[in-house]
């Protein structure tokens, strides 16, 4: 089959045989890669028209009890310039994105344990009292079955946690060894029962990954029906055992938002700040790649620069309301627009 057969096939069929994929994700002409962005966003567009979904991110804690290769925050690095958000600041976050037109908060930090279940409770309800009509995602890693439903019971309406890499072998030459991908899956799939909206995902381009690792990732992801995936590059860190690994490109991330796309019409899917790092129009072609959601920082200047998993991280001197406008600038000079919406899985 050629490539224009095999994109026809992933549209009607939503996957492909292990070689198929593999053909897809190898060597394409201009005019085929063409047409894969253009069947993602005739997708995209169906399903989510032109709109662009908004999640203010809240970077917490920069402190994290693992030490997985390839992250900047991670617990060996000594250099990283620590710090934790207290209830009131991140309520005052909420409070000026929620003025800034933002019905969806991300709470992302490491693993880290100085919050209690009833921290994280308290904190998330505490943001549903005072923003009803607004979605809260937790992006905190791997814990107890009880904990995520404690959570969900506090009004936490989405999980995310890329699994990122599907292969046990892959998954070991990116984490030490405590930590495995039986559990990050048990993990997704606990709160995918618990009712949360659940995302997963990869970094493109990773040290050691292959074709074959990346299918697995497809296979998985497709059994899992996350309502979310989180795709970027992966960016080397300069205080980490990936130092001097490649990052991965725009093209191939590019290519497989695309396949991402046609794969799950109706997911929500990220054009990252990863992605707008290695390119400074990388958020943009990604929308244009099939994404339809982007993810303004509201963390307070005064943390921004330290919560850094990868180097080069852009709008980390940005005010939020800098972020916010810069952001619908950047999506009405593709014909595509910011709306105000929890933008919930459809
Ligand atoms: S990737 Fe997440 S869990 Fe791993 S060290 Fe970084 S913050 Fe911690």
């Not at 032109?50 to 060996?76: A, M, P, W």
């Not at 344990?113 to 009509?133: G, N, R, T």
């Not at 990936?242 to 796309?261: H, N, S």
């Amino acid at each position: 089959m050629n490539n224009r057969e095999l994109i026809e096939k992933l549209k009607t069929e939503g996957i492909l045989e292990r070689e198929e994929f593999k053909c897809l994700l190898g060597e394409m002409t201009s005019e085929d890669k063409e047409l894969l962005y253009s069947c993602a966003r005739e997708i995209r567009e169906k399903h989510y028209g032109k709109d662009v979904y908004l999640r203010g991110l809240i970077e917490f804690t920069n402190y994290c009890r693992n030490d997985c290769f390839y992250c900047g925050i991670r617990k060996s690095n000594l250099a990283a310039d620590r710090y934790r958000l207290t209830k009131e600041e991140i309520l005052d976050c909420t409070d000026k994105g929620y003025e800034l037109g933002f019905r969806t908060f991300v709470l992302q930090g490491g693993e880290d344990m100085f919050y209690s279940d009833e921290d994280v409770c308290d904190l998330v309800s505490s943001i549903k009292m005072q923003h009803p009509d607004c979605a809260v995602t937790l992006s905190i890693g791997e814990r107890s079955r009880e904990s995520y439903q404690k959570y969900y019971d506090a009004g936490a309406d989405r999980y995310l946690l890329r699994h990122e890499t599907a292969d046990p072998v892959h998954y070991a030459r990116l984490h030490p060894s405590e930590l495995s991908v039986e559990n990050r899956k048990k993990c997704l799939y606990d709160l995918k029962e618990i009712g949360y909206q659940v995302g997963a995902g990869i970094m493109i381009g990773s040290p050691y990954q292959t074709d074959d690792n990346v299918v697995d990732d497809l296979i998985f992801m497709k059994e899992l029906e996350p309502h979310m995936i989180g795709l970027g590059p992966f960016i080397p860190h300069k205080d980490t055992p990936f130092k001097d690994e490649k990052a991965g490109t725009l093209e191939d991330t590019l290519r497989l938002l695309a396949i991402v796309r046609i794969m799950f019409p109706h997911v929500l899917l990220p054009a990252t700040t990863a992605l707008g790092t290695i390119d400074p129009r990388g958020r943009e072609k990604g929308i244009l790649a099939g994404a339809n959601v982007v993810m303004p920082n509201l963390s307070p200047k005064s943390v921004r620069g330290k919560y850094l998993l990868y180097d080069g991280k852009i709008c980390t001197g940005d005010e939020a309301a800098e972020c916010r406008s810069c952001m619908e600038r950047r999506m009405e000079s593709i014909g595509y627009k910011v709306v105000v919406s929890r933008g919930d899985y459809r």
